[in-house]
Structures are given as C-alpha cells and as structure tokens.
C-alpha cells in the first residue's frame, strides 16, 4: 500500500442531454473524514452514491465535492398550435370573400400570439438515465482522480518523513555513543563532585554521599529514553514501508519522541547531548508537521 496526503484536488467535467456538467473535489487536512457535498437542484439524489463511493476511498481528510450543471441547448423549440391557427383561419375566410382583407401571409399568421408555442421536453435533463450514467462514471474517474492526486503526494511527504525519522535515529545513536556516558566518564565526574562536596564540609557523611551520587547518577541516565527512541524509530520505519493509512499512528509516535527528547534535554549533563536534545526536538518538531498532512 502507498501513503496518502489528505490534501489534493481533482475535476472531471462532460455533456449529454442538453447540458454540460463539471464534477470538482478538494481535499483538506482533518482528524478525520468529513465530507461536503453540494449538488444542484435535481440531483439530490446522487448524495448518498457520492458519500459510499468517497468513504470507500478515503479514509481521512474534509472532502469537498460538488457537481455543477449548465444548459447547452439555449435554442428554444416550439411547435404549432393547429386548433388556435385553424380558428383564426375560420374568422378570417369570410373576411376575404368579401373581399375586404387580403390573403394571410404565412410570417403574418406565426406572429400571431399563440399560433406558436414554446415547447417543453416531455422527460428532463436530470432524469434522463443515459445522462445520469454518464454523471456517476464522471463521479467515479474524480475521485480516482483525487485519490492519485493525495497518493502523489503522499509519495513526496514518505519520502520527507522517512528522513526525519531517520535523523532522529542518527542524533538517538550520537547520544548514546557520546564520551560522557561511558562508565570511566560517569565514576570520574561522580569522584569529582563527592571530592567537591567533602571539600566544602567534613561533616558530611561519605557512605550517604556515594549513595546520594549514584542516585543522582542513575536519574541522569539517558539509557530508557535513548531505547524507547530507538522502538518509536523502528515502528514509524515499519508504518511508513506498510503504507495506507498510518498518519494518526505515525503522529502518535511523533508525540512520544518528542517527550523522550523533552526528557532527554532535561536529564542531560552534558552540553553536547544536550545540544542533540534540542536537535532532537527540532526534528520532531518538523516531523509533526509533516505526519499531520498523511492520511
């Protein structure tokens, strides 16, 4: 399965039946799928197929989608009115046999009121089943269309998360392999701060003081959130090569690297890891972004 975008937009548009249609869909962020139909008047109808037919693709994202329709045929039709032409032929026969009108000419008797008639289809432009037709397959090739438009793009953002992901396990791997956490590191700052301490004053007590030291010492350890960075790295690595819809999940995760680096910067006692603390969040920072326009 690919990744998808929640943000696109797509178009069809086609004629039959006297009129043009145009079917249009954009696509938007949201937590989950909320979609927005408008048709015109006539074609209530079509609401609950474009609503199935959406769902069925969609998984996340405000999805507008609206059919547009105009009038082709503007030349009006109309038909001749035979009983209103033959009773005025009636009053005008004995008229000319007395001579007292000439004949009628044909455009004389058309423009007169009634004599022709504008003339209404007998079945509309939106029930007409082959137009309807056409107009569903119309709604099916849009939202394929958008479908590939939020895939395309989702292709862009794997490829930008799937980075972001991996620096973050890059900055994981330099704080776990910087000088300060090795053990020689660890016991000669603790020699040097229980040295300090006994300096200041001898009344402390230097068993309680070791004790107190490598409490401290044991609180400071990056070790668990070093670990649970590098599972949150794994599962975002594995989601995004599973592909579908895995942008609430991958947020998730986002959310959690972000307090293990809160953490980490927090605990750190040394100026370089906690300068990739801050380069941890950053990254995270921009991976949140990022997740938040996935599907």
């Known amino acids: 399965m690919t990744l998808s975008s929640m943000t696109g937009f797509a178009s069809t548009r086609g004629a039959g039946g006297g009129i043009t249609w145009v079917w249009e869909a954009r696509s938007v962020n949201a937590r989950g799928l909320d979609l927005r139909v408008r048709l015109p008047q006539g074609w209530e109808r079509l609401d609950p197929t474009v609503r199935e037919l959406a769902g069925k693709r969609f998984k996340r994202g405000t999805i507008s989608i609206s059919l547009a329709t105009s009038q082709t045929d503007t030349l009006a039709r109309y038909a001749l009115n035979e009983p209103h032409l033959n009773q005025l032929l009636d009053l005008i ?19 007169i009121r009634g004599v022709l008639e504008p003339v209404e289809d007998d079945v509309s432009a939106a029930s007409d089943e082959t137009l309807e037709a056409s107009i569903r397959k119309g709604l ?42 090795t053990s020689d590191a660890i016991r000669e700052r603790l020699s040097a701060q229980v040295s300090a301490l006994l300096d200041a004053s001898a009344s402390f007590d230097t068993v309680r003081l070791h004790q107190e030291a490598a409490l401290l010492a044991a609180k400071a350890d990056i070790a668990e959130e070093l670990d649970r960075l590098d599972g949150h790295v794994e599962a975002a690595t594995a989601l995004l090569t599973g592909g579908g819809a895995v942008g609430r999940r991958l947020d998730f995760l986002a959310q959690e690297c972000h307090r293990e680096a809160n953490t980490l910067t927090a605990k750190s006692v040394h100026r370089d890891v906690t300068a990739i603390g801050l380069d941890l969040k950053v990254v995270v920072d921009q991976l949140r972004e990022q997740v938040a326009n996935l599907e």
């Open 140 to 181: 099916e090739t849009m939202l394929g269309a958008l479908a590939e438009n939020r895939q395309a793009e989702g292709a862009r953002l794997g490829e930008i998360v799937g980075e972001q992901v991996a620096r973050i396990g890059a900055l994981a791997h330099s704080a776990r392999a910087h000088p300060s956490r």
């Open 93 to 111: 026969r004995p008229l000319q046999e007395r001579g007292d009108v000439a004949p009628p000419s044909a455009d004389g008797l058309l423009a």
